[in-house]
């Protein structure tokens, strides 16, 4: 019998391509714990402060800025923005995701996008060994050391959550 093949997204190739050593979970994204970031922690059994999403924001004038923050925080728009060097940061509207990114809602990775933005990632991965993140598909995430994120995308870790 054929072993089954492993999917690979784009993010995860980028990572192979780059030496770089991950963990992959996948599991349903149709059931109701893969809602939240606690929830995906608990599916895959890993401690909560772990799960970081992927957010997508604009200036509005053709300028994307990409936060990478703890999944239970929200971000403070005003902190990236000054971290970015523009005036304003909004959300990216999410019709406009693919075509930006690449990636869909659920699963924007900050690996392996269209092209490189600025990235930042918020201060709190410091707190913990590995941050696990989006994959690159939905119901898949990889985790990997925080210092990866600087060191293959440039991402830069400052403290742009909400109080």
Do not use: W
Request: with cysteine; net charge neutral; glycine share 8%.
């Amino acid at each position: 019998m054929a072993k089954k093949k492993e999917l690979k997204t784009n993010a995860m190739r980028f990572l192979d391509e780059n030496g770089v050593e991950y963990n992959h979970f996948e599991f349903d994204a149709e059931s109701e714990a893969a809602k939240t970031g606690v929830g995906v922690a608990d599916i895959i059994g890993r401690d909560h402060n772990q799960v970081f999403k992927t957010i997508m924001t604009t200036d509005g004038k053709g300028n994307y800025v990409v936060g990478v923050l703890m999944s239970e925080d929200s971000i403070n728009f005003k902190k990236l923005a000054k971290a970015a060097g523009v005036k304003s940061l909004s959300m990216l509207p999410l019709k406009d995701l693919t075509k930006i990114t690449g990636y869909v809602k659920g699963g924007c990775s900050p690996f392996a996008m269209k092209k490189l933005f600025p990235t930042f990632i918020d201060e709190k991965c410091r707190e913990v060994e590995t941050i696990i993140i989006s994959a690159g598909k939905v119901g898949h995430q990889v985790e990997v050391k925080p210092e990866v994120l600087e060191q293959l995308i440039g991402a830069q870790v400052v403290d742009f959550k909400a109080e």
